[in-house]
Structures are given as structure tokens and as C-alpha cells.
């Protein structure tokens, strides 16, 4: 089936931890993307690919960092420096991000919690 | 209708009755909005979309508005079902930004049985 898969659903993280999130999509999308989801408020995006080794920082990228070496996968890294990392994240995918807007698809959604 | 903070608004309806959900959007430049629904603990689904050059558009059983005056958005759904219970929210897109979506808080739907 096409679709985007992330990975873990569930991820515990220490403090002092780096955590990485994957997102794996078939669907023959140029553009994804990464969103942070917290209680009452819209979605966040933290970064986006348009492209193959092309990333661009969303509004809230401070202590995340992401890498796209290939165009199924854009893995979002959660690092130390990320103060309050507890939050649901969605990866996303659209056709193409570059010209007039289409449709963007999501995953199912990974949950991070801080022990 | 949606809107910026810590609580969800939120709409009841019986089974078999029509839900309309309203969502303001901020800029008079947007020009494609998309309506989405997330079940609790999952990631949102695409309902239906519409482009500015439209002011309604149909799906099977959802319909969405568009009035660009007022810059407002509503999703109504014909014979809401239970399993129609979810979290309902729009998202629009700011021509000339390519693929940059700001996306509303959501208003929780219920149905009732």
C-alpha cells in the first residue's frame, strides 16, 4: 500500500538524549515534511525537504536537525538542545513543494516523551 | 468555530444530523485550503479540499465553503455517523509560499448515538 510510515510510534527519551524519528514514504513525493503537534494548538512545522539533499528550516527548528539522502526518507533527529521535546510529531509528504500548493498526506504520527 | 489556545471548541450532534464546522482563516492572500480529521492518537486524514477560485465544493457526504470576503471557511457533513467522532481542522496555504500550510487548533466533533 502507498502511504508514509513512521517510526517508532512511541519513544521514550532521557534528558541529554539525541533521539532520531523516521519517515519513510512510497509515494513518489519531492516534498516532505516534519510537524510538531502539542495539546490545542494547530501544527508546527519544524522543517521541510523540496527536494533530495534540500532542507530549509520550519518556523520552530531550534534543537531538531533532519537529513534527506534519499527521496523515500527524511529522518528528524530530536536533540539535547530541544527544551521541551514531549509533543506528537507528524512527518508529511506532498507531490511537489515548490510550485502552485497541492495536497499534503500524513503519517500516523510519532509520540515523544521525556523521562 | 476554530480558533488560537488551550481548549478545543467543541460540537455535539445526534447521529443522522448535519454538522457544520466553521474555521476563520487569517489572510486574505491564501488561496487553497484543505480540511482535515484526526482521530484521536493518529495522524490527520485528507477530507476535501478547494482552491479560491471556488466558493463550494462536494465530496461524498462533506461539503466545504469558502466565502473570501468574510476570509471563512466551513466543512458540513451530511448524516453524521459515529464513527465521524474526531478532531476536525483546516489548513491554508498563503499564495506564492509553494507548499506552506498554517494550519487552524481543530474543533472536536461528537456524535451521539
Known amino acids: 500500500d502507498g502511504g508514509i510510515t513512521q517510526s517508532p510510534k512511541y519513544l521514550f527519551r532521557k534528558e541529554g538524549q539525541n533521539v532520531t524519528l523516521s519517515c519513510e514514504q512510497n509515494l513518489n513525493h519531492d516534498a516532505m515534511y516534519w510537524y510538531r503537534q502539542d495539546p490545542g494548538q494547530g501544527l508546527r512545522l519544524i522543517y521541510y525537504s523540496q527536494i533530495v539533499n534540500d532542507f530549509q528550516k520550519g518556523d520552530i527548528a531550534e534543537g531538531y536537525s533532519v537529513s534527506r539522502e534519499k527521496k523515500e526518507s527524511f529522518p528528524l533527529t530530536v536533540t539535547s538542545a530541544q527544551k521541551n521535546p514531549t509533543a506528537f510529531y507528524l512527518c508529511?509528504?506532498?507531490?511537489?513543494?515548490?510550485?502552485?500548493?497541492?495536497?499534503?498526506?500524513f503519517g500516523e504520527g510519532s509520540w515523544l516523551t521525556v523521562v | 468555530g476554530e480558533s488560537v489556545g488551550l481548549h478545543l471548541p467543541t460540537l455535539s450532534v445526534q447521529e443522522g444530523d448535519n454538522s457544520i464546522i466553521n474555521c476563520a482563516y487569517s489572510n486574505s492572500a491564501s488561496d487553497y485550503f484543505i480540511w482535515y480529521k484526526q482521530e484521536s492518537g493518529k495522524g490527520p486524514q485528507f477530507i476535501i479540499d478547494?482552491?479560491?477560485?471556488?466558493d463550494k465544493r462536494q465530496g461524498q457526504r462533506v461539503t466545504v465553503l469558502l466565502n473570501k470576503t468574510v476570509k471563512h471557511l466551513s466543512l458540513q457533513i451530511a448524516a453524521t455517523q459515529p464513527g465521524d467522532s474526531a478532531v476536525y481542522f483546516c489548513a491554508e496555504n498563503l499564495h506564492l509560499t509553494g507548499n506552506q500550510f498554517y494550519f487552524g487548533t481543530g474543533t472536536s466533533l461528537t456524535v451521539i448515538p
Open positions: 478547494i482552491r479560491s477560485n471556488m
Open positions: 508529511a509528504s506532498s507531490i511537489d513543494g515548490n510550485r502552485r500548493a497541492n495536497t499534503i498526506y
